[in-house]
């Protein structure tokens, strides 16, 4: 049974910082394709950051670009997702994904690792608020 167990979310000012983390389990983690995406109602949920988990690519959306960095600790099969200087609208429910395929895959097919149909497992959530 695969799991995706998102944690560290939580209530922020402006200008704080959060980790995010998604411990994996359940399906061949090595190899695979994680990203964090996040959504609040009425919108989309959007692609946020992906990274490669059997190498060092990492992929990030415009809107969090030298704010939030994501890592990986393979011995734990989690992804992190550092986020800082928090802005008003980085708040939502931030989602972990996990895909077999590569993230290098999914550009090789003229995808994007930051779409969320290229990804066939996810979490359950956990809420951001960022406040000013």
């Known amino acids: 049974q695969v799991q995706l167990v998102e944690s560290g979310g939580g209530s922020v000012q402006a200008g704080g910082s959060l980790r995010l983390s998604c411990a994996a389990s359940?399906?061949?983690?090595?190899?695979?394709?994680v990203g964090w995406f996040r959504q609040v109602p009425g919108k989309e949920r959007e692609g946020v950051a992906a990274?490669?988990?059997?190498?060092?690519?990492?992929y990030y959306a415009d809107s969090v670009m030298g704010r939030f960095t994501i890592s990986q600790d393979n011995a734990k099969n989690t992804v992190y997702l550092q986020m800082n200087t928090l802005k008003l609208e980085d708040t939502g429910m931030y989602y972990c994904?996990?895909?077999?395929?590569?993230?290098?895959?999914?550009?090789?097919?003229?995808?994007?690792?930051?779409?969320?149909?290229?990804?066939?497992?996810w979490g359950q959530g956990t809420q951001v608020t960022v406040s000013s």
């Open positions: 994904a996990a895909d077999q395929a590569s993230c290098v895959d999914k550009y090789r097919r003229g995808s994007s690792a930051l779409s969320l149909r290229e990804y066939k497992y």
């Open positions: 359940g399906y061949g983690y090595s190899g695979s394709c």
């Open positions: 990274i490669n988990t059997g190498g060092f690519r990492k």
